[in-house]
Structures are given as structure tokens and as C-alpha cells.
């Protein structure tokens, strides 16, 4: 088990919303998808785009530089399969998310 950080309150992240927050000298973006909980790196496997500043559909998060597409919930890359991102397992405790990062 890796470390679990505190990135925000669950209030903090609407439902259909992201907040990017910087962990251990990474920068992850954290959704809200019906108030399941999602974290996976904050940049593009493509140019480094903000994939938090993305169009999401669902769990599809959508590059704003490029167009890359990523399912948040897996890292997958759904444009080039060869080049997924990492995901983070999110933890709620009292109304807070913590995030762990191996």
C-alpha cells in the first residue's frame, strides 16, 4: 500500500467536475462522475496537455490540445492504446479524498 494524501474535501468536486491537485511531485487531476472518484495523471501521453482542463463525456476525458482520448477510470488511451496513463485508487474518509500514490 502506498501513501494516502488528502487532496480535498468531497465537497470540493461536484458531480460531472475536476480538480487538479499536485501529489508527491505529481500533478493529478481528481473527477467527480456521480460521485464515484476518479484520479489519473494530469498530463497527456501525446504534447503534456491538461487533461483536467478536458471535455469529459462520461468516464471519457478528452484532451483539450489534441484530442487524445483517456477512460478515467481505467488510464486506457482510447486513441492510442499503447500509451495509458496512470490511475490512482481513491479513498473517502469523513468527507475527505485521499489519494495513493505507490
Given amino acids: 500500500m502506498g501513501n494516502l494524501t488528502r487532496v480535498a474535501d468531497v465537497s470540493d468536486i461536484a458531480p460531472g467536475g475536476v480538480r487538479i491537485v499536485k501529489v508527491e511531485r505529481k500533478t493529478l487531476a481528481v473527477f467527480n462522475i456521480d460521485g464515484t472518484l476518479y ?3 494530469n498530463t497527456c501521453r501525446h504534447r503534456g496537455g491538461p487533461l483536467g482542463e478536458g471535455k469529459l ?3 471519457t476525458v478528452t484532451c483539450p490540445w489534441h484530442g487524445w ?3 478515467i477510470s481505467t488510464g486506457e488511451n ?3 492504446p ?3 496513463i ?3 485508487p481513491v479513498t473517502v474518509k ?3 479524498i485521499f489519494v495513493e500514490i505507490s
Fill in 86 to 88: 496512470a490511475t490512482y
Fill in 39 to 41: 484520479a489519473i495523471d
Fill in 78 to 80: 482510447l486513441t492510442k
Fill in 57 to 59: 463525456e462520461g468516464t
Fill in 82 to 84: 499503447d500509451k495509458k
Fill in 94 to 96: 469523513e468527507d475527505s
Fill in 69 to 71: 482520448k483517456y477512460n
